[in-house]
């Protein structure tokens, strides 16, 4: 162990369907590890966690909680890490409210989120909220860069099982429309610092008025700084042009953000596109929206809430209904319940629902419960041709055949927040027209930019030592492989054009730059696709944006969804993150089961992740015995797909607490069946028999809650005993496990 404090493997307590799910898994994880000697402890990063640990001065002893994520965040800085890494919410603010009131409604004095804070304590109090909302978990945690890709076992099973593909038409009307001008892509500028700088960015308006917008922003040497900027004037006249077109052109009309990582600029975008929508009510109603609080950044959804209290709220709501009847049909995220793509900002998240459209053979669902063609819109044109490139290479070719695809891994550069736009206090409205720009401490311009007011400017930064590990890491990855292997980088571009100076001579000095290629990230896609739909593997070797992006984009092609994914983080430091998948459709799943009792939440990722951290522990720690228990996760896992016990969709089919007792049974039987610990053997072959001989009325005791509401005490804080009665429903498999 690392301390005495310290438990040998961390499982991180998170949200929605994956926190539901560790209710049944983690005490089969900890009484198995038990026997080996392992301890496994929690800590809680979950949206409601963090706010319960930033705001300790209303709470009674009781109810605060320790900071675990900044205790997490110092632990991966050491070799002894070992962390388990389930998805959590990368909150919006409409999701940062309701976890306020739901806690402010169990006893917690949380103050409420400032949307428009006036005095001191009100900017204090938001500052401290802003600090929690989106991706604010990921790059705290991520010291190390990411190595994703299938599991051998999961990739057979999908091509032994293809999941259900949409048919494309090479006629369909399905399309991307990026910017292309004016947006943060084409703004971008990109420098290398030489020595360790800090630097300040300030607003410079033409009569000198001088704003500093940010102090004291400190890089040291080697470090790729960008900056950039997007109009806010050409934007506005793109989505009128795009909302027109998509009109004229029959197909719907949808927007695919990142409200949740790009926590600052998504939003403010994503609010653009709800006034463009809308145009003719904030023509007429401007006035009475900022009265009643209407805030379009907070999408559609917060907008209908904040209007029923004006005084013209009849007519108002009129003239909404009115001008979504005259745009173009909208893509929607539940046509039975009225929900739009404009609905919440965190609703459509461009790496799930992409993806998913791209895998409907176009199509996306429109407000009559039908499917349709869309447009797909994607203001920043930075990675848009990723996703242009996928839709007319299916067009081209036809569905992936999930059956004969290869698999496309990912190296992605992310430790100590590479590339972390919008999740660094580093993005700004500009709050006048004039230059922005960021002075270093020596008074040399880095980069300045001529903006209008209500323009959106970004800044983001890559170490060095994060760039020189990520490209040793895809070294040895590719050498592993031995297949195609490319840095998806475009030496036109600002940025990657800086992170090429670095990756040539490394590739150079290891002798090894004729195993790369480097493409832009458009023609990397068509070469991957073609590699993939001829059997044959790729490794895309990808900035941290990019790297969110295609850990969706070919897993949900090439198994049906990113939540399988072996995803490893080998830490600067030594020690081991070893993440579970993506949690997008979490959301989804705690609705079925607070409504049905039924939790299709897959824990293969978790299973994954959980034999890979095991086996790490073992080699680093020398506990042999880990190591067979990591091995035997492996034999277990592989159980699990090949006897087809993943958790079904509907209700009356096994879910995820009966793949949960499958796993602990085959587990239990590889463990007993193995020859290298003998101890371990004999601990595990009662068990292997008592789960085995307990199977029918172990089944029946999961089987017999379903259909029914299930009540877990919350939504973004559980209520444990709850969620225990209704994820350990089985007292015959409680009592075998303990």
């Not at 310290?6 to 983690?26: F, G, M, R």
């Not at 940062?96 to 804070?117: C, F, H, M, R, T």
């Not at 349709?372 to 569905?399: E, F, R, T």
Request: proline content about 5%; charged content about 20%; glycine content about 8%.
């Amino acid at each position: 162990m690392a301390n005495s404090n310290t438990p040998d493997i961390i499982y991180t307590k998170v949200d929605e369907a994956p926190e539901l799910a560790s209710a049944s898994l983690l005490p089969i994880v900890k009484t198995f590890a038990a026997a080996a000697g392992v301890s496994v402890g929690t800590r809680d990063i979950s949206l409601a966690g963090r706010i319960i640990a930033t705001f300790p001065e209303g709470l009674s002893e009781d109810q605060r909680q320790s900071d675990d994520l900044a205790a997490l965040g110092e632990l991966v800085k050491t070799p002894t890490a070992n962390v388990i890494k389930l998805p959590n919410i990368s909150a919006s603010v409409p999701q940062l409210e309701e976890a306020v009131a739901e806690l402010q409604a169990k006893g917690y004095n949380i103050p409420s989120y400032p949307a428009d804070p006036q005095t001191d304590a009100e900017k204090d109090i938001r500052a401290r909220f802003d600090a929690i909302k989106g991706s604010a978990v990921n790059p705290v945690l991520r010291e190390g860069n990411s190595d994703r890709r299938a599991a051998k076992a999961v990739k057979a099973y999908a091509q032994s099982n293809p999941h259900r593909m949409g048919k494309w038409a090479s006629d369909s009307k399905t399309h991307v429309s990026t910017m292309g001008a004016n947006d943060f892509f084409s703004n971008e500028k990109s420098a290398t610092l030489p020595a360790a700088a800090t630097a300040r960015i300030e607003l410079v308006e033409a009569d000198g008025t001088t704003t500093v917008l940010k102090d004291g922003v400190s890089y040291p040497a080697g470090t790729v700084v960008d900056a950039t900027f997007m109009s806010v004037k050409a934007l506005s006249a793109f989505l009128a042009a795009q909302i027109t077109e998509a009109k004229e052109q029959g197909v719907l009309f949808s927007l695919h953000m990142k409200a949740t990582m790009m926590k600052v600029s998504d939003p403010i975008i994503f609010g653009y596109a709800v006034r463009a929508f809308l145009a003719p009510v904030f023509d007429q109603y401007a006035g009475e929206l900022a009265a009643a609080g209407a805030n379009p950044n907070a999408g559609l959804g917060s907008l209908l809430e904040a209007v029923e209290s004006a005084p013209k709220a009849a007519e108002i709501t009129a003239a909404i209904e009115a001008a979504l009847k005259d745009g173009p049909p909208m893509y929607m995220v539940n046509s039975d319940k009225g929900i739009t793509n404009l609905h919440v900002p965190s609703d459509v998240i461009i790496d799930a629902s992409m993806p998913a459209l791209i895998r409907a053979g176009g199509k996306g669902w429109g407000p009559d419960g039908n499917e349709a063609d869309a447009k797909c819109v994607i203001p920043d044109s930075s990675y848009a041709p990723v996703y242009a490139a996928s839709i007319a290479d299916c067009k081209a070719n036809g569905a992936l055949d999930v059956a004969t695809a290869g698999t496309v891994q990912n190296v992605g550069l992310m430790a100590q927040k590479a590339e972390e736009y919008g999740s660094h206090p580093t993005t700004f409205e500009a709050p006048a027209d004039g230059v922005i720009r960021m002075v270093l401490d020596n008074g040399d311009v880095l980069h300045e930019h001529t903006v209008e007011k209500g323009d959106i400017w970004r800044s983001a930064s890559t170490r060095q030592a994060p760039i020189e590990d990520w490209v040793q890491l895809a070294i040895d990855r590719q050498a592993l492989e031995g297949c195609e292997a490319i840095f998806w980088l475009d030496e036109n571009r600002a940025h990657d054009a800086e992170l090429l100076k670095y990756v040539r001579p490394l590739l150079e000095k290891a002798g090894v730059a004729d195993k790369f290629q480097i493409m832009t990230p458009e023609a990397a896609t068509v070469q991957s696709f073609a590699t993939i739909r001829a059997g044959k593997n790729s490794i895309a070797i990808t900035g941290n944006v990019l790297r969110d992006y295609l850990t969706d984009l070919f897993p949900i092609l090439e198994l049906g969804t990113s939540a399988k994914m072996l995803s490893i983080v080998k830490l600067m430091q030594g020690g081991g993150l070893f993440e579970t998948g993506a949690g997008g459709s979490a959301p989804k799943h705690v609705e079925q089961l607070h409504g049905e009792n039924h939790l299709r939440w897959d824990s293969l990722g978790e299973f994954c992740a959980l034999g890979e951290s095991l086996k790490f522990l073992g080699q680093t720690r020398d506990n042999p015995k880990a190591l067979v228990l990591g091995e035997a996760v492996d034999a277990a896992t592989q159980g699990i797909l090949d006897n087809d016990k993943s958790p079904g969709r509907k209700v009356g089919q096994p879910d995820n607490r009966d793949s949960h007792y499958f796993f602990a049974r085959y587990w239990a039987e590889a463990l007993a069946a193995q020859s290298d610990d003998a101890e371990l053997a004999a601990h595990f072959a009662p068990i292997a028999s008592a789960l085995a001989e307990a199977e029918a009325e172990i089944t029946a005791d999961l089987a017999a809650p379903q259909g029914k509401p299930a009540d877990t005490g919350g939504y973004y804080r559980n209520d444990d005993a709850k969620t225990a009665a209704v994820m350990r429903p089985s007292k015959a498999l409680n009592d075998i496990i303990g």
